[in-house]
């Protein structure tokens, strides 16, 4: 017999957004279990946080190593694990200097402030910074007035200042913002949020040569695509070119509250007393980020992610030609699939609320699916969730 569910009484949790009835207690892999003892495949992964999925032992490891050694000696002073993974982070990209943060609108903000000072030592106080229409940077004031999220320009106004819109992959409409005032362009290598919109090889290294030839920052927020996500370590390494600042966030952890500002030596132009914080570089999650670079770097690994990416992609093709729908798109294991109408939204809450067994999956757009795996699922794993959206799909379509 089944037992009842556990009724939650939640009532001081601020209310921020809709949850189902249920608390989650448990992970291991690709699995979450919750307080009745329901098991869900999970393809959120924390929002692709979880990128070596639930419960890592090389990141348990490492947290319980570091916890018992040093938690927190305040950042007035340098740290072991601090220490590594900058050089990590730097032996393995075309950057040069590391400040770590504890998200990712955290670490945007600090790209956008260096992005400012750079203006101001070297382009006449030019603070203008173009991003993009669907852009996600985050919630703070700062990164909510560049994010390019319909109705968040009104949410909280007055906005921030200094974000012009251009539109994804069309360099004439960057062009069109240029001023004396530009200071940078900053851009997701896939927009996440937006719907998993892959920006072009051509326009990348378009935009790459025209901000260069007029002195102007590329800053690549690699906070959802970066960290093996896209089946190279970062993703502008698909592009065969070099940003100025990238920021990481949500992988770099792989669970914990981790993230990264990261420049060349030519752009990194902070002073003392210009970018700081309590918990930054604490050795507590930069150990845990070091497990999970060195991970992500293990001989293999990336090109397993590149290979599940494929299996994926295949996979929901081949879904989009038995039910009619308008295909995938993505990279690596970021990846959507389109639908031919508005069901997304409900295609999310049947796949979470079906027996015995749940699926995890998201709409950020309600004609599209995403899916956000740990980047070492299964093959198993993969061929399970299609299987699950094909039952599912046969209900709704
Ligand atoms: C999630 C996300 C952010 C914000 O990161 P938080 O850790 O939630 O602050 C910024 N940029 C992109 C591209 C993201 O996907």
Known sequence: MNKPAQSVDAHSVMFITPRPEVVMVEGKGSWLTDNNGKRYLDFLQGWAVNCLGHSNPGMIEALNAQAKKLIN???????????????LLTDNSCFNKVFFANSGAEANEGAIKLARKWGQLNKSGAFEIITFDHSFHGRTLATMSASGKPGWDTMFAPQVPGFPKADLNDLDSVKKLVTDKTVAVMLEPVQGEGGVIPV???FMQSLRKFTKENNILLIVDEVQAGCGRTGKLFAYQHYGIEPDIMTLGKGIGGGVPLAALMATDAVACFVPGDQGGTYNGNPLMTAVGISVIEQLLAPGFLDAVRAKGELLSNELLSISVEFNLNGERGEGLLRALMLSSDIGGKLVELARDRGPEG???????????????????????IRQMCNILRELLKQVV
């Open 200 to 202: 072009t090889k051509e």
């Open 359 to 381: 699926l995890l999956i998201n709409s950020p757009r309600p004609n599209l699916l995403r899916f956000m795996p740990a980047l070492n699922v299964s093959d198993d794993e």
């Open 73 to 87: 000696p305040s950042p007035a002073f340098y740290n072991e694990p601090m220490i590594r993974l900058s050089n």
